[in-house]
Structure formats: structure tokens, C-alpha cells
């Protein structure tokens, strides 16, 4: 097993990595978020244990960013002195697998690593779904009901702004500003790709999934 530590405490760094060596258990450290995204960006953890109070970059930060933006899969241990359980559900809600609070056991922290290593990596992450639909992040592969669909680049820009939002309405300016920016389509490109992503996203199936709401914009619907 690899784990990175990350902690802006180096006597706890330092505790914890002789600790882990004794039990054969390789560590790498990090003493604050920032370190902790290169480090993990390149190389291959099985756990990572973060801290959360800690300069540059906090650890909710850090683990809020490896999950949403990074799509790291590792599990992740939080090891810190915040003890309330508004911490606790906040670390859960970043994207934390597991909450160990110091002053702690090495022997507890040792068989909570291990927990998360036979867990191995989450199945969550990187990916959007909402009803039958779903989307993977990394590969922007699109499927229904696990049947994959093809779409074109910007029909996979609109479906993953509506995915993010569903079942929300999602403004028709909104779907502009994201696939063009500032420049403006002719008045028929828009409606020509959500006819053909709603085309994409129902053949085959009996129900369609997108909806066109006039006057207010488009939205994925799960009936």
C-alpha cells in the first residue's frame, strides 16, 4: 500500500510515516493542499490522509478540488483536531471517505488505511447521471440505460450543462453562454443541436428525456 499524508504538523508527518514504515506501508507528505495536488496529480496513492487546517489551500479545498475538478478516485482519510459535527459532514460532503479525529490510536489509523485500501477506489467520481442518463467526465463517454450514445462535441457541452443541472430549467442564453461564449449562433444552430441531442439521447426509447420549455429554456426530465 501507498499513502500520502498530508499535514501542516511536521511532528505528526513524522510520527506517522515511522509508524507506517514499521507496518511495510509506503508514505509519501505533503504539509499543505497545494503540495498535496502536484504530488497526487503524479504519482499513484492507494489512501490519502489530509488534514484540514492548513496554509495555502485547506483540506475541504483540496479535497473538493481532487474530486470535482481532478477526478481522483483515491479514498480519503480526514485526520484533524476539528471535532464538531458540522466538520464531519462537511468533510463528507468534499468528497472524504473517512473522519479520524487527534489525538488518535496508530493502531486504529493503521486498520482504517486498510479498510480503505480493500475498498479500493470510489465509483463516484468523474461521473454525472440523472435517471437512466449518465455521463463519465474523463471520457465523456454518454450512455442511457447503459446503452452508449454518440454525440457531437457541442451536443456534449449542452447535455453535460443540463446533467449538472437536472431537473432544473436551464436557460436558453445559459446554453449559449456555454457553448459559444460571446459570439452569438444563427438563429437556427441552437435549435438544430438540441433537436439533434434529443434525437440521440430517446431513439430507441419510448420516453424523451429532454424537454423544451418555451420562453424559459431546456431541462433533462426523469418521466
Same mark, same amino acid.
Given at each position: ?98 473522519? #479520524? ?10 486498520? %482504517? =488505511?486498510?479498510? &480503505? /485500501?480493500?475498498? $479500493?477506489? @470510489? +465509483? ?55 457553448v459559444w461564449g460571446e459570439k452569438s449562433p444563427s ?9 439533434? #441531442?434529443?434525437?440521440?439521447l430517446d431513439k430507441g426509447f419510448e420516453s424523451s %428525456? =429532454?424537454?423544451? &420549455? /418555451?420562453?424559459? $429554456?431546456? @431541462? +433533462?426530465?426523469?418521466?
Amino acid at each position: 500500500m501507498k499513502v500520502l499524508i498530508v499535514d501542516d504538523t511536521h511532528s505528526v508527518v513524522e510520527t506517522i510515516m515511522d509508524y507506517l514504515e514499521l507496518e511495510g506501508i509506503v508514505a509519501d507528505c505533503a504539509y499543505h493542499g497545494e503540495s498535496a495536488l502536484k504530488l497526487i496529480v503524479e504519482n499513484h496513492y492507494d489512501v490519502i490522509i489530509m488534514d484540514i487546517m492548513m496554509p495555502k489551500m485547506d483540506g475541504i479545498s483540496a479535497v473538493k478540488k481532487l474530486r470535482e475538478e481532478l477526478f481522483c478516485n483515491t479514498p480519503i482519510l480526514f485526520l484533524t483536531a476539528k471535532d464538531t459535527l458540522n466538520d464531519k459532514i462537511e468533510a463528507f460532503n468534499s468528497g472524504g471517505d473517512d473522519f #479520524l479525529n487527534k489525538p488518535f490510536a496508530m493502531e486504529e489509523l493503521c486498520l %482504517r =488505511l486498510h479498510a &480503505l /485500501h480493500r475498498r $479500493g477506489p @470510489r +465509483l463516484d467520481v468523474g461521473n454525472l447521471s440523472f435517471a437512466d442518463l449518465s455521463m463519465n467526465l474523463q471520457t465523456n463517454e454518454v450512455t442511457r440505460s447503459g446503452q452508449l450514445i454518440k454525440l457531437s462535441k457541442i451536443q456534449r457541452t449542452i447535455f453535460k450543462l443540463l446533467l449538472k443541472n437536472a431537473p432544473a430549467v436551464v436557460s436558453k442564453d445559459a446554453v449559449i453562454n456555454e457553448v459559444w461564449g460571446e459570439k452569438s449562433p444563427s438563429s437556427d444552430s441552437l435549435r438544430s443541436h438540441i433537436y439533434g #441531442l434529443r434525437s440521440a439521447l430517446d431513439k430507441g426509447f419510448e420516453s424523451s %428525456r =429532454l424537454e423544451t &420549455l /418555451h420562453g424559459q $429554456g431546456y @431541462r +433533462l426530465k426523469d418521466d
